[in-house]
């Protein structure tokens, strides 16, 4: 029978060699029960020697993704800013380094209710965007914060798409998607708290989204207070042909530092989310994966996030 301290050994362990895991994946890994495995956890948690997660499909509920890079004249900054961060829609706003400074993430159910959040920001403001980047983010293949680790897997943690159902989320919905977009880490009795809803319709609500792939399962990793600079490499291909895209998957899928792969439609093919320790190390993985991909690259671009605005990284 093994002990406390045996399991939470076992557990870290798992975590340093496997990256981010759900509470299925390391009960099968560790030997013991789930309920075993998450009681042990939240001691982990207590101690900050782990971290926990939920990833957000909201594809699943048959909403698309909008990203858009621009730019802003400098006495409209603070009020943008803002108005975007109190959009319930907005799930990631960043200040970039070089052009197209500001980068915001949004979930709209079509493109016309996809570019009404940046109109009404202009007209709210009186602001007049410099050239913007618009592009909706087709699916995601996410790999999680491998390179903390040294891990090194073909096969991607999670593979969102888009779901060919359509769900319909009503209000409560929405604001418990809205606080898990800024805190992956809310209990049940949180979202009860911070939706004012009971803890039992906040349980029922949570395992709802769940069944409909609108959240993934809780994913555990090592936490690491080390700083990191996080960027965004924007591919363009020659050619959209399944070899090419392929060479895109595979080139990303061994990198330790590529931290998500998103296909994009509109004004570019591919944003690869990088992460690491310096700009320097981040430039040399931008070097590294336009070296792998040859000729394949019409045009690409490396944007540094200088800070997060809003939204949560992990």
């Given at each position: 029978?093994?002990?406390a301290?045996?399991?939470q050994?076992?557990?870290?362990g ?19 029960k ?6 042990q ?5 207590e ?12 594809r699943a ?9 621009f730019?802003?004249p400098?006495?409209?900054?603070k009020?943008?800013?803002e ?5 319930p829609e907005?799930?990631w706003?960043?200040?970039?380094m ?9 979930f ?6 996809g570019?009404?959040?940046i109109q009404s920001m202009?007209?709210s ?6 050239d913007?980047?618009?592009a ?7 790999w ?7 891990r090194?897997s073909q096969?991607p943690v ?10 319909e ?6 604001k418990?998607?809205?606080l ?5 880490d809310?209990?049940?009795?949180r ?7 009971s ?14 792939g609108?959240?993934s399962?809780e994913?555990?990793?090592l ?22 895209e392929?060479?895109?998957i595979e080139?990303?899928s061994?990198n330790l530092?590529?931290e998500?792969?998103?296909?994009g ?6 944003k ?23 000729k394949?690259?019409?045009?690409a671009?490396?944007l ?11």
């Open positions: 029978m093994k002990n301290n045996e399991i050994l076992q557990i870290l798992v975590l340093t060699t496997g990256g981010s895991r759900t509470i299925s994946d390391l009960s099968k890994q560790v030997g013991v789930p309920h075993v495995v998450r009681y956890l939240d001691q982990l948690l101690r900050r020697r782990v971290e926990r997660a939920v990833m957000l499909n909201q509920l048959g909403h698309h993704v909008f990203n858009v890079l730019d802003l400098r006495v409209s900054i009020r943008a800013l108005f975007l961060e109190r959009r907005v799930s706003l960043a200040q970039n070089g052009l197209r400074k500001f980068e915001v993430t949004y709209a159910k079509d493109m016309i209710e570019s009404k959040l202009g007209e403001i009186g602001v007049h965007f410099r913007p980047i618009f909706i983010e087709v699916e995601t293949r996410h999680g914060l491998r390179f903390l680790t040294g090194e096969k999670a593979h969102f798409v888009a779901s060919k159902e359509s769900r989320p009503d209000s409560i919905d929405v418990i998607l809205h898990l977009r800024h805190d992956g809310l209990s049940v009795q979202v009860a708290k911070s939706a004012g809803i803890e039992s319709t906040a349980k029922y609500r949570l395992e709802r989204l769940r069944e409909w609108a959240i399962e994913m555990y990793f936490r690491s207070d080390h700083d990191f600079v996080q960027a965004q490499l924007v591919l363009n291909l020659k050619a959209r042909s399944r070899e090419h392929q060479s895109v080139v990303c061994h530092y590529v998500e792969l998103i296909t439609f509109g004004c570019w093919d591919y690869v989310v990088l992460r690491a320790d310096t700009v320097n190390r981040l430039l040399e993985v931008e070097e590294s994966i336009l070296a792998a991909l040859g394949n690259v019409s045009r671009t490396m540094v996030r200088n800070r997060v605005v809003a939204g949560r990284e992990g």
